[in-house]
């Protein structure tokens, strides 16, 4: 097992380029099976104004403003006093590296199937902190497996309570509407308690919950520990030098504290207004409770903007690439490539084979539009319609897309650039970790389809 690790790990290494590298590699290659195979309307036929208009996209623009924010924010709460004691803390409680790494990917697992905003920071915020404890106390720790473990929240994401599909599925009329173009008869929605709270989901959630963090247990047993010696904690100040009397503001942590209630009072707004239970769960509401909180435990503005400047560098890759798996996704989408492969699998299904075949199709899928919302956008249709043609039940449809969109985000490093610019790794050390819990998140989502 652990020739076969390092093995791996170094395969993984020498061949993966960078992040900004792997995008780049996917836009040429989603031009070349657009040119190919695609068939986009007449109105729409020129491949590059498609692939222009999805890089600079109003909403998909907005949607990667929000997540920078996400990971600034949560990295700014971090570092303000109460919250990192509170992390470092915890961090100190590990004695042994193995035990740290199967904590923290169960405890990311559990936070990601909560919320999926939340579990891209946590993981990653943890991870460091776990490092800097272990490095300042000289103990080795497999610092990529231990990002890896971060990440692994993002396995469980989409049969949690924040999973797109799900919820879209669930909101009411949806598939109706979604449903119009057919002579058919759907219902107006599918409820969750045949997605996320069905027997099926609760079943692979818990083998996740056991498997994945046993799997890094064993893993970190077996693979090559080193001890690392940067310590990257920063200190914010809460104090400034030679300040001008118009600076005041700036010092004053009632002000600070004011401020952050404004904050926590729009969101406590949303949760009353919400409509459905967890509804209120959005990119923005994460986003206002985030920025509430920071303010709140920062000692004053002077702190939280020292440490938003610390953060904004970690948001780089997010800002680079995010614009391109948008141009990515709008030349998969567009030309109705993504379409195409989805009937392609629904059509050569069986009632049996059809939940399967969705896991395949919905992983591939995700390799080039990472996003649940777009993927239900784009298979919703063919899903439901294939789903009722082949008598499969509709939840269970639902959530064969959702266990194949989660499935390759551990393939798939868009997803991952929030971790890789908190913890300062790159693509190429963690991958050869989240392929293995690939390989084994797959095994059970396909055994639980099956069987």
């Known amino acids: 097992m652990e020739r076969f690790a390092d093995h791996f790990e170094r395969v993984f290494k020498k061949l993966l380029p960078s992040p900004l590298g792997i995008a780049l590699v996917l836009t040429l290659f989603a031009f070349i ?159 969750m308690d045949q997605t996320v709270f069905s027997a099926l989901n609760a079943g692979s959630s818990i083998a996740l919950l056991v498997l994945i963090p046993a799997a890094l247990y064993l893993l970190a047993k077996r693979t090559q520990a080193q001890t690392v010696t940067e310590n990257t904690r920063v200190t914010i100040p809460s104090q400034i030098k030679n300040v001008s009397i ?108 059809f939940p399967f075949f969705t896991l395949i199709s919905s992983g591939i899928i995700n390799v080039f539009v990472p996003s649940g919302g777009g993927q239900w956008a784009v298979q919703g249709p063919i899903l439901i319609q294939t789903a009722q043609e082949l008598g499969v039940p509709y939840g269970k449809a639902i959530l064969s897309l959702s266990y194949g969109d989660q499935l390759t985000n551990m393939l798939q490093p868009f997803w991952a650039l929030p971790l890789l610019g908190i913890t300062g790794l790159k693509a190429k050390e963690i991958l050869p970790y989240t392929t293995l819990l690939m390989i084994l998140g797959g095994l059970i989502f396909a055994i639980a389809l099956l069987f």
């Open 33 to 191: 099976l657009a040119a190919a195979l695609g068939h986009p309307s007449p109105e729409n036929s020129n491949l590059f104004i498609l692939w222009f208009d999805g890089l600079w996209g109003s909403s998909t623009l907005a949607f990667a403003i929000q997540m920078m924010l996400m990971l600034v924010l949560g990295h700014v709460l971090a570092l303000s006093p109460p919250v990192n004691q509170i992390i470092t803390y915890l961090s100190s409680q590990f004695k042994d590296p193995a035990t740290a790494t199967a904590v923290l990917g169960l405890c990311t697992l559990l936070v990601a199937f909560f919320n999926w905003g939340l579990g891209l920071v946590f993981g990653a915020i943890l991870a460091r902190q776990i490092k800097e404890d272990f490095a300042n106390r000289g103990i080795p720790i497999n610092y990529p497996l231990l990002g890896a473990a971060g990440y692994s929240g993002l396995m469980v994401w989409h049969g949690g309570l924040s999973g797109s599909a799900p919820l879209k599925a669930a909101e009411s009329n949806h598939i109706a509407e979604m449903m119009a173009f057919s002579n058919a008869t759907f219902p107006s929605e599918v409820t």
């Open 246 to 353: 118009s600076h005041g503001i700036d010092q004053n942590a009632w002000f600070s504290k004011a401020a952050g209630v404004v904050f926590l009072i729009a969101v406590l707004m949303q949760v009353l207004r919400s409509s459905s239970p967890l509804g209120f769960l959005t990119p923005n509401f994460i986003n206002t409770l985030l920025f509430g909180l920071a303010l709140w435990m920062h000692p004053n503005l002077q702190s939280f903007t020292s440490a938003a400047q610390e953060a904004i560098g970690d948001a780089t890759g997010i800002l680079i690439q995010f614009p391109l798996y948008f141009g990515i996704m709008a030349l998969i989408r567009d030309t109705g490539l993504a379409s195409d492969l989805s009937a392609f699998f629904s059509a050569h299904s069986t009632a049996e084979t």
